[in-house]
């Protein structure tokens, strides 16, 4: 695998915390403050400001289970999700040297997974395979990511790289049963100028992967039976452009990815900084299956996306050092076309519009996050005539106190609540049935997004101090969700779960 170099992303960003006031902070700050999370998270999609934005030898290790259960779900997730993810982090200056990583496994267990074997992380992609009958998944998750960054001419002239690396194993142990094998390298080079109150950069990016999948039965019996719709293997070739798959049940998806990006700084006064990020990535997905002909192997689908994103981040500071406040604002647009080579055209797009606009506000001891969310999504299979589009709003807000139970030890319980209303939505489907594999997914998925839902949260965590340099948390968090009444007069009603409850347990180091 060769690393290249080419243009990513257009990013503005303008200036988080000073850095004689992150030397004020306890590294526990980072999860016990709300606004210094958002910032910290903020940073992390922008590393070439650890070096302002994150305190000097900034490291922590931590143990995270989650444990998910619930109908209330998408057609192609999985009914009972069990996770165990540890991660360690760190961040040192050494000199005009910025150094930072983070090292991150999970083990994911997946109960009745059903109509679609995939990696989870190319979920608009056109082509996968999938079945009828519910699976065990089984997933192994590694994760590397890093930044280096350099100070030239006193400070003035910044340089970074940034990459990104993942390797996933999955796996499922049901006819028809598959595994999948998964990476993806991103790499960035930053090139940048300081000025008094004003940074900017330029940056560029180049990124591949692959996700090599593969299908077979433990059961010779099962091979090639047509009869008995559950252990039947479908081809997706679309979106809803389906058909039965007895042998040659594999396929490459090779990734290509170019971004520019550029990214900007500066204080507005000594009480406001303003970040932003624009940025724009276009990526290519070729799906392959290998044979002996002249060329090694046939194309099945070729799929474009690119994207165009930004993210404005505002942070205020007061005299009072009990109060805090930011503003973050997300955009993207996604848009997705295929040209699927068994119909020789272009037959599937994909849109998506994304924004996001919360508040952090900080008022001695309480803490408050509300935020709001807007999705429109719109999926079409020209060939099929099959449509799915909707558009929800998703209004939420959290809230959260912090007790002093003793000297160095604390308490914060928080509590929150959103509701997912639905704007409008639109479906268009063939009158004669496609085939159940296909009316399966597509009428789940419509009565899914169709219909509104509540989400109410519940947090507890406790920090014990020991040091300014070390401390200690356990936290608890849970989500439940519960949808509202069905439209059960609509022609393509079908009955849906009701709810679905998400916890985690996190025990973590900060020194």
């Known amino acids: ?78 009914n009972q999700i069990r996770q165990l993810t540890f991660k360690t982090e760190g961040k040192h200056d050494l000199g005009n040297f910025s150094v930072w990583g983070n090292f991150q496994y999970s083990r994911t267990m997946e109960d009745s997974v059903q109509l679609r074997h995939q990696s989870r992380i190319n979920p608009d992609a056109p082509l996968y395979f ?38 996933g194993n ?39 992967g692959r996700e090599r999948v593969g299908v077979g039965y433990k059961n010779d019996q099962h091979m090639n039976n047509t009869s008995d719709p559950l252990y039947v293997n479908w081809l997706m070739n679309g979106f809803g452009r389906t058909n039965q798959q007895i042998r040659d049940m594999n396929y490459n998806d090779d990734m290509d990815r170019y971004g ?48 165009i994103s930004a993210d404005i981040l505002w942070n205020t500071t007061f005299t009072n050092p009990n109060r805090n406040s930011s503003f973050r604002l997300q955009l993207e647009n996604i848009q997705g076309d295929d040209f699927n080579y068994s ?29 709001i969310t807007y999705l429109q999504r719109d ?39 959103s509701y997912r209303k639905v704007l409008n939505e639109l479906f268009k489907y063939p009158a004669i049935s496609p085939g159940i594999f296909t009316d399966v997914i597509m009428l789940k998925n419509y009565n899914f997004f169709s219909t509104a839902a509540s989400q109410f949260s519940f947090a507890l965590d406790y920090q014990f101090r020991k040091s300014s340099s070390t401390a200690f948390h356990i936290g608890f968090h849970s989500d439940y969700y519960k949808r509202a009444a069905q439209n059960t007069a609509n022609p393509y009603y079908q009955f849906i779960g009701k709810d679905r409850l998400n916890s985690r347990l996190t025990f973590s180091v900060y020194f």
């Open 1 to 78: 695998m060769k690393i290249q170099f080419k243009l990513y992303s257009i990013s503005l960003l303008l200036s988080l915390c000073s850095l004689s006031s992150l030397k004020a902070q306890e590294n526990i700050d980072y999860i016990e403050n709300w606004n210094l999370k958002q910032t910290y998270e903020y940073l992390l999609k922008n590393r070439v400001w650890i070096k302002e934005g994150i305190k000097d030898n900034f490291s922590f290790l931590e143990l995270d289970g989650k444990y998910e259960k619930g109908n209330w779900m998408e057609a192609q997730d999985a």
């Open 130 to 167: 999938g079945s009828l009958r519910k699976n065990y998944y089984e997933r192994d998750l590694y994760k590397i990511n890093g930044v280096v960054r350099y100070d030239f001419a006193d400070g003035a002239m910044p340089l970074a790289v940034d990459f990104d690396y993942r390797v």
């Open 170 to 208: 999955h796996f499922s142990n049901n006819d028809p049963r598959a595994r999948i094998a998964d990476y993806q390298f991103n790499s960035k080079f930053f090139v940048g100028r300081k000025f008094n109150q004003f940074d900017i950069y330029l940056s560029g990016l180049y990124g591949y």
């Open 260 to 307: 520019i990006s550029l990214l900007a700084s500066t204080s507005i006064n000594p009480h406001h900084k303003l970040n932003g990020k624009v940025e724009y990535i276009k990526e290519t997905q070729l799906f392959k299956f290998f044979d002996s002909s002249p060329e090694t192997f046939t194309r099945l689908n070729k799929y474009n996306r690119q994207s």
């Open 343 to 371: 119909i020789s055209s272009n037959n599937y797009v994909y849109l998506e519009n994304k924004a996001i606009l919360e508040t952090v506000q900080g008022w001695n001891k309480w803490q408050a996050k509300a935020a």
């Open 379 to 417: 999926s079409e299979d020209g060939s099929m005539g099959i449509n799915l589009a909707y558009t929800h709003v998703l209004p939420s807000l959290n809230l959260g106190y912090t007790f002093d139970l003793a000297e160095k030890h604390r308490l914060q319980p928080s509590i929150g609540f």
